[in-house]
């Protein structure tokens, strides 16, 4: 990916697919710093840049300050093992009296480019998805051992689809979630999905 293709405003329209992290209570700046930190140092990403303009040039310094009710964005890119690189908008979003979360998001406009693009985007149709989802669980597991969270999932538009304190277990049986060992224990999923690090496991 270069410049052009990346600052190129027709790559960012549309809608975006997702990993959403939840981090509960609100408030805690050094646990968003330390995911922030560990999402930097991932091999396979590039970032994190203020501006689509800074592409390829010097990262923000962190840690950053987060305000109450707010929104911070910037911007990566991620480097697939099929050699496709994708950019990201990384949201670090704090809603007052609820939680904090880290959304990194792929526009599905370069998604419509470089795979075989059907709608509406379920793995069915759409089997290379299972490559992004690999490398939203290594991302979420990474993170996760730097600075653990109450929630992940990773979907089209996905964030706000629910939260650690609404989710059911019927939820996990429809989309694509990477919970600790205390929220599967509460909705008694604990044997089921597929296990990773740190007693994550996914379900999907």
Same mark, same amino acid.
């Given at each position: ?7 190129? &405003?027709? @790559? ?28 930097? @140092? ?20 962190? &840690?950053? @300050? ?17 050699? @496709? ?21 792929? &526009? ?22 299972? *490559? ?15 600075? &653990? ?19 059911? *277990? ?35």
């Amino acid at each position: 990916m270069n410049y052009n293709e990346f600052t190129n &405003p027709d @790559n960012w329209i549309g809608g975006f697919y997702e990993l959403s992290i939840e981090f509960h209570p609100v408030g805690d700046n050094n646990r968003l710093n330390q995911a922030l930190i560990a999402l930097e @140092n991932i091999g396979f990403f590039n970032g994190l840049w203020q501006e689509r303009q800074d592409f390829l040039s010097d990262s923000i310094s962190l &840690p950053i @300050n987060i305000d109450d009710d707010s929104v911070n964005q910037f911007y990566g890119t991620l480097n697939l093992t099929d050699g @496709n690189t994708l950019p990201s908008l990384i949201s670090v979003i704090r809603i007052e009296g609820e939680s904090d979360w880290l959304d990194i998001s792929i &526009p599905q406009a370069t998604l419509e480019q470089l795979y075989p693009y059907e709608y509406p985007l379920t793995k069915e149709l759409n089997p290379w998805l299972a *490559k992004i989802d690999e490398i939203y669980i290594r991302i979420a597991e990474t993170i996760y051992n730097n600075s &653990p969270f109450e929630l992940a999932m990773i979907g089209e538009e996905i964030s706000g689809y629910t939260n650690q304190e609404e989710i059911t *277990k019927e939820d996990s049986e429809k989309i694509t979630f990477i919970l600790p060992i205390r929220l599967q224990k509460r909705l008694g999923i604990q044997d089921k999905g597929e296990e990773l690090s740190k007693q994550l496991r996914l379900f999907r």
